[in-house]
């Protein structure tokens, strides 16, 4: 069962996602999440509050987009190419609304000078987990390639939710960026 909490962030990913930052209130999350008047408040005083809440929320769906229920991305080319590319038909598909609420809070915090604290440290967590994981699948340059494969997928995704490909094949396309970056296998720096 899902804590109210995380029902609430849920409802206002699904809000943002659907109707952009306008229709982020206090009042809409209650009523979308078929809560009583005040409950979103009661968890986040103020909107910036409830904004930095979602971050960390997506955050956390972004991840299990990747990784699966498992958690878990086999450490190698293979295995980053192939959580990436889930990601992205993850993104694109049955979490397209985590995505278009994820682009909405960007282009909220290049406006507010405030959330960017919050996004930051959501960003360090992401590099974290990434830089680990290209490390262990090969990377011969962590810091660059973490960078350089996050900037793409996220191009990439943005670019497909505008213009559709019929024939998106994610996953090769981000095995093509890691053998262009020359990822070699137990030769890890």
């Known amino acids: 069962m899902v804590d109210r909490r995380t029902l609430l962030l849920d409802t206002a990913l699904e809000l943002v996602g659907t109707q952009g930052m306008r229709g982020l209130t206090h009042r809409a999350v209650d009523a979308a999440a078929d809560l009583p008047a005040g409950s979103t408040s009661n968890y986040f005083r103020t909107r910036e509050a409830l904004v930095l809440g979602i971050v960390e929320r997506f955050i956390v769906r972004e991840r299990e987009m990747a990784t699966g229920p498992r958690d878990q991305v086999d450490p190698t080319p293979d295995g980053v190419a192939e959580a990436l590319g889930r990601f992205v038909d993850r993104a694109l598909g049955p979490d397209r609304m985590v995505t278009l609420a994820r682009y909405a809070i960007l282009?909220?915090?290049?406006?507010?000078?405030?959330?960017?604290?919050?996004?930051?440290?959501?960003?360090?967590?992401?590099?974290?987990?990434?830089?680990?994981?290209?490390?262990?699948?090969?990377?011969?340059?962590?810091?660059?390639?973490?960078?350089?494969?996050?900037?793409?997928?996220?191009?990439?995704?943005?670019?497909?939710?505008?213009?559709?490909?019929?024939?998106l094949d994610a996953r090769a396309r981000i095995r093509a960026v890691i053998d262009t970056l020359g990822w070699t296998v137990g030769e890890a720096s």
């Not at 967590?125 to 996220?154: F, M």
């Open 107 to 167: 282009v909220e915090t290049a406006q507010n000078p405030g959330l960017r604290a919050g996004m930051a440290l959501g960003a360090d967590q992401v590099d974290t987990w990434g830089l680990d994981l290209i490390t262990r699948a090969g990377s011969r340059d962590p810091h660059r390639d973490v960078g350089l494969l996050a900037n793409y997928v996220t191009g990439l995704v943005l670019h497909e939710l505008a213009l559709p490909s019929p024939d």
